[in-house]
């Protein structure tokens, strides 16, 4: 079976880094390119880490690109050093950081040339704000047609928000808090997206049982995995005190078997505005997409193990 091509665009946190090693993992995706936001990450720790986890995998023709849109909400200072705890790790150190794979264009114009030159249509997975994805489509809509499927870890659909800001009534989640108007576009290009928003992640925390599990797997790539996610169990208690595997679950909906999730249809809008900047709900004068809205952790655990 030929391989499937992905484009991969994250914000450099620590679960978006163990999504890249998981995408890694997976015998049918063929990585294209790898997009950085500077959104819920310091962008140079992104860049280090992304290059250095490609050569951990010799995965040496990936492109790597970083963004430069950035949101109007910032994520908490905390937050975005808090996966620069990576770099430090002995696995990191050892690895080589290869700049000749990372491209001087901004990451909306390599995610533009890598969709238009593949020969297949192609996955993007998003695991921070859709900002570079809606400005590439925005600028060349004929995008959409060699677009096979777009994965997004966004939103909070019937499920309280993770925003906890002064302006904000509480009802959004941050990936697309961080620009409002990108994820407003982003539906707004029916393309064939499915959300993976916090009504699925809610399912999986980082818990003591799924840490003492991992730590039983004994392999380098688990223990290294153990390593990144005992950086997360004190997580910054700015505004809650649990990490999720938000980003990790969205990589696996690209190989989980099918009965691990359940998917619902509808229409759903998106706010741009305070109070609610960010909130996508359901409307029927919305824009058409699916979404999570529900997992089986027990399954999704085990594909991750298994990996
Ligand atoms: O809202 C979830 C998104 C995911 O893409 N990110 C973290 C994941 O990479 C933002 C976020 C919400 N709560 C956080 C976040 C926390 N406590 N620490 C760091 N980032
Ligand atoms: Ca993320």
Same mark, same amino acid.
């Given at each position: 079976m030929p391989k499937q091509p992905v484009i991969f665009d994250h914000d450099g946190g620590i679960d978006d880094l163990l999504s890249l090693i998981l995408l890694l993992c997976m015998p049918h995706i063929e990585l294209k390119a790898v997009c950085i936001t500077p959104? =819920?990450?310091?962008p140079d720790d992104a860049l280090e880490s992304t290059l250095k986890i490609l050569h951990m995998f010799n995965a040496t023709d990936v492109k790597v690109a970083v963004g430069d849109i950035i949101g109007p909400n910032p994520f908490p200072a905390d937050w975005r050093a808090q996966?620069?705890? &990576?770099?430090?790790l002995p696995a990191f150190l050892r690895?080589?950081? =290869?700049? #000749?794979? &990372? %491209? #001087? $264009?901004p990451a909306h114009a390599l995610m533009k040339q890598v969709i238009e030159s593949s020969s297949e249509p192609a996955t993007v997975l998003m695991t921070g704000p859709a900002s570079n994805l809606a400005a590439a489509v925005q600028q060349t809509p004929a995008l959409k047609q060699n677009i096979a499927r777009v994965v997004w870890m966004g939103g909070a659909i019937d499920v309280r928000g993770n925003v906890a800001m *002064?302006? *904000?009534?509480? @009802?959004?989640e941050w990936n697309a808090y961080w620009h409002p108007q990108a994820t407003y576009d982003l539906l707004a290009a029916e393309l064939p997206l499915l959300l993976v928003p916090l009504d699925a992640t809610?399912?999986?925390? %980082? #818990?003591w049982d799924f840490l003492q599990a991992l730590s039983e797997i004994g392999t380098p790539l688990s223990e290294l995995a153990g390593q990144c996610w005992a950086a @997360? !169990? @004190?997580?910054?208690?700015?505004? $809650?005190f649990t990490y999720f595997m938000w980003d990790v679950l969205a990589t696996c909906v690209l190989g !989980?078997? /099918? =009965?691990a999730l359940t998917v619902s249809k509808g229409k759903c809008l998106a706010s %741009?505005? @305070? /109070?609610?900047?960010?909130q996508i709900w359901q409307e029927s004068t919305g824009f058409e997409c699916e979404w999570?809205? =529900?997992?089986d952790a027990p399954k999704v655990i085990d594909y991750i193990f298994q990996l």
């Amino acid at each position: 079976m030929p391989k499937q091509p992905v484009i991969f665009d994250h914000d450099g946190g620590i679960d978006d880094l163990l999504s890249l090693i998981l995408l890694l993992c997976m015998p049918h995706i063929e990585l294209k390119a790898v997009c950085i936001t500077p959104a =819920d990450c310091y962008p140079d720790d992104a860049l280090e880490s992304t290059l250095k986890i490609l050569h951990m995998f010799n995965a040496t023709d990936v492109k790597v690109a970083v963004g430069d849109i950035i949101g109007p909400n910032p994520f908490p200072a905390d937050w975005r050093a808090q996966p620069r705890f &990576c770099r430090a790790l002995p696995a990191f150190l050892r690895s080589k950081a =290869d700049q #000749s794979q &990372c %491209v #001087s $264009e901004p990451a909306h114009a390599l995610m533009k040339q890598v969709i238009e030159s593949s020969s297949e249509p192609a996955t993007v997975l998003m695991t921070g704000p859709a900002s570079n994805l809606a400005a590439a489509v925005q600028q060349t809509p004929a995008l959409k047609q060699n677009i096979a499927r777009v994965v997004w870890m966004g939103g909070a659909i019937d499920v309280r928000g993770n925003v906890a800001m *002064h302006d *904000h009534n509480g @009802t959004a989640e941050w990936n697309a808090y961080w620009h409002p108007q990108a994820t407003y576009d982003l539906l707004a290009a029916e393309l064939p997206l499915l959300l993976v928003p916090l009504d699925a992640t809610n399912r999986l925390p %980082v #818990s003591w049982d799924f840490l003492q599990a991992l730590s039983e797997i004994g392999t380098p790539l688990s223990e290294l995995a153990g390593q990144c996610w005992a950086a @997360t !169990v @004190t997580a910054i208690p700015a505004y $809650e005190f649990t990490y999720f595997m938000w980003d990790v679950l969205a990589t696996c909906v690209l190989g !989980v078997a /099918p =009965d691990a999730l359940t998917v619902s249809k509808g229409k759903c809008l998106a706010s %741009v505005r @305070t /109070p609610n900047a960010g909130q996508i709900w359901q409307e029927s004068t919305g824009f058409e997409c699916e979404w999570l809205c =529900d997992a089986d952790a027990p399954k999704v655990i085990d594909y991750i193990f298994q990996l």
